[in-house]
């Protein structure tokens, strides 16, 4: 709801508030950046961007992870093997590195950064699914389900999965403040999201290079709201 919440247009400059201290002019309570934008509105539209990549990721990543585990699990031999090699694979290179190397060959941008951050994203909830789906799969439960003639729809859909979802819930929530950490940091380093869209890691980063001494409001209220987020995701 930016678009209703914010006072200004994301991409409105006004000369007169060109790094306006906060708290001087209440027409820009926290007032403006250094291209004369108003900051709060800044802020609020930064929100949409952590927010949008931040849970589209972890919801891509898991649709893909969970049924990669369960048949990972379920199936054993080489499609076992396959898909535990490349999660090795995946899990050797840090995230931030491979981001950083398919940022500078695809480019900059909403789109591309979450296309960047999905490639990697589907690994841990793959290694929880088969993990919890190991664990169940010779179960007193399911072994009775499968007495009584249930198929392996059921069984994975009915039995195994409702039981691996505590675990996975735990994952996803960890891993939306993680999203929005990596986003920040493609961002704060000018390969993430790009001018004028909104950031709250791309305003850190102009602010480092605006005299951050005197101008310090510009680095803390983006910082302290990526701080909140993420740990109101981890409280969760």
Do not use: C
Not at 31 to 56: E, F, K
Not at 158 to 171: F, Y
């Amino acid at each position: 709801f930016a678009d209703v919440i914010a006072p200004y247009a994301y991409d409105k400059a006004d000369f007169s508030i060109v790094n306006l201290r906060p708290f001087i002019d209440w027409a820009h309570p926290l007032g403006g950046d250094a291209v004369g934008r108003d900051y709060l509105t800044r802020l609020i539209y930064g929100a949409r961007t952590s927010l949008l990549v931040g849970l589209i990721v972890p919801l891509i990543g898991f649709s893909i992870g969970i049924p990669l585990g369960i048949l990972s699990g379920y199936q054993g031999g080489r499609f076992d093997f396959v898909i535990q090699r490349l999660v090795e694979i995946f899990t050797a290179v840090p995230p931030l590195v491979s981001g950083l190397f398919l940022l500078s060959l695809v480019g900059t941008g909403v789109h591309n950064v979450i296309l960047v951050l999905v490639i990697s994203s589907w690994i841990e909830p793959t290694r929880i699914a088969r993990a919890q789906f190991l664990t169940f799969r010779e179960s007193e439960f399911v072994t009775a389900a499968r007495a009584m003639g249930a198929d392996t729809r059921r069984l994975i859909l009915s039995h195994v999965l409702p039981n691996a979802l505590t675990p996975l819930l735990v994952a996803f929530t960890l891993a939306v403040p993680n999203v929005i950490f990596a986003e920040a940091g493609f961002s704060f380093l000018g390969i993430g999201i790009t001018e004028p869209t909104a950031s709250w890691g791309k305003m850190v980063g102009g602010a480092i290079g605006n005299s951050i001494r005197i101008y310090y409001h510009l680095a803390l209220f983006p910082t302290i709201l990526v701080a909140l987020t993420m740990l109101g995701f981890a409280f969760v």
